[in-house]
């Protein structure tokens, strides 16, 4: 008995230390909204082993970027647009399963133009304020990036 008392003890201490996190349920809701690209990380793998790591950090001034203006538009409605410099906004539809998200671009907009543009992501954090997405592949040779968006 003494030791199921000393067991219990320990289990309870280790929840009690847990870091509580900030993240919401990943929901139509928790992801409605515009939000603008702030940090995007590169990270690079070689034969499956991580070669290399490069970040870049937006200046974010009057709710826009100086330098770049990647902006993504959830609504409620499971549908968004995806605008970056020099294109126009790109409608999609988007489903969440999990922490996997995934958006499909309307039949109207032409392939040619979101050639390169992501459609899959894993959804690393999501608070009331900041979006993280992960998205590419670490076996072999490739880059996964990690970009960090903030709600406008």
Partial sequence: MRHL???????L??????KSSNNLLIT???LSGTWSLHT??????TNGVRSNTSTTTFNNTNAGFSNLDLVIEF???LTGTYQQPGLMGFP???????NQLTWNFDSNVPSSAVTGIPTNFTIKALT???????YGGTSGNGIVY??????N
């Fill in 5 to 11: 008392s000393i067991l219990l003890f320990i289990i």
């Fill in 13 to 18: 201490c280790f929840n009690a230390c847990k």
């Fill in 28 to 30: 139509p809701a928790a």
């Fill in 40 to 45: 995007a990380t590169g990270i690079t793998y």
């Fill in 75 to 77: 609504n409620n409605n």
């Fill in 92 to 98: 999609f539809t988007y489903v969440i399963s999990g």
């Fill in 128 to 134: 009331n304020n900041q979006l993280e997405l992960i």
């Fill in 146 to 151: 990690d970009d960090i968006y903030t709600k």
